[in-house]
T-cell receptor, first 116, second 115 residues
């Protein structure tokens, strides 16, 4: 079974600084997708960024970027120029191939605090 | 385009009762998945529906069931509620089941409290 591990239950960053959230996963599949979702206090899960395993290039979305290390099964999220609105719980998620459909496996989450 | 909607947003029930939660996917989305979120167990997959058929099921007891209608709207039902069923229930929709490359978009959730 696939597992996703986020080893940092809590992280904090100063406004305008950069922070990196860690995620590791375990799988025997070769084709899969990885995601970072953000869940603010409203509890609405919001997609931040996604990465296709077959792509070597790291995904970027504005201030958000990932460091995808396939051999190490590592998928970290870097938030640059942190803003107060970035404060939220961040979940790393994994989805495998066709046999699992749309099923996502989530990590435990990292609570990010942004200090003014 | 309207996002995923879930009703009701909050629900209070007592042990032994049953409950039905509803999810309307984004227009054009045909796959609906359900997740349970609790402080102790985190986010866990319940089931996925596509074209009115259950495609995938997580490791939950038979008290948890669901269905999908021809307009892609989905309901999940929990019978004989237990205190441990108190959770945030999240629904997510995606475009199609034909490829897992479609991204899931989540609704705001239904907060169920069992007393």
């Amino acid at each position: 079974a696939q597992t996703v591990t986020q080893s940092q239950p809590e992280m904090s960053v100063q406004e305008a600084e950069t922070v990196t959230l860690s995620c590791t996963y375990d799988t025997s599949e070769s084709d899969y997708y990885l995601f970072w979702y953000k869940q603010p206090p409203s509890r609405q899960m919001i997609l931040v960024i996604r990465q296709e395993a077959y792509k070597q290039q790291n995904a970027t979305e504005n201030r958000f970027s990932v460091n995808f290390q396939k051999a190490a099964k590592s998928f970290s999220l870097k938030i640059s120029d942190s803003q107060l609105g970035d404060a939220a719980m961040y979940f790393c998620a994994y989805r495998t191939g066709e046999t699992s459909g749309s099923r996502l496996t989530f990590g435990e989450g990292t609570q990010l605090t942004v200090n003014p | 385009k309207a996002g995923v909607t879930q009703t009701p947003r909050y629900l209070i029930k007592t042990r032994g009762q049953q409950v039905t939660l509803s999810c309307s996917p984004i227009s054009g989305h045909r796959s609906v998945s359900w997740y349970q979120q609790t402080p102790g167990q985190g986010l866990q997959f319940l089931f996925e529906y596509f074209s009115e058929t259950q495609r995938n099921k997580g490791n939950f007891p038979g008290r948890f069931s669901g269905r999908q209608f021809s307009n892609s709207r989905s309901e999940m039902n929990v019978s004989t509620l237990e205190l441990g069923d108190s959770a945030l229930y999240l629904c997510a929709s995606s475009l199609a089941r034909d490829t897992f490359r479609n991204t899931q978009y989540f609704g705001p959730g239904t907060r169920l409290t069992v007393l």
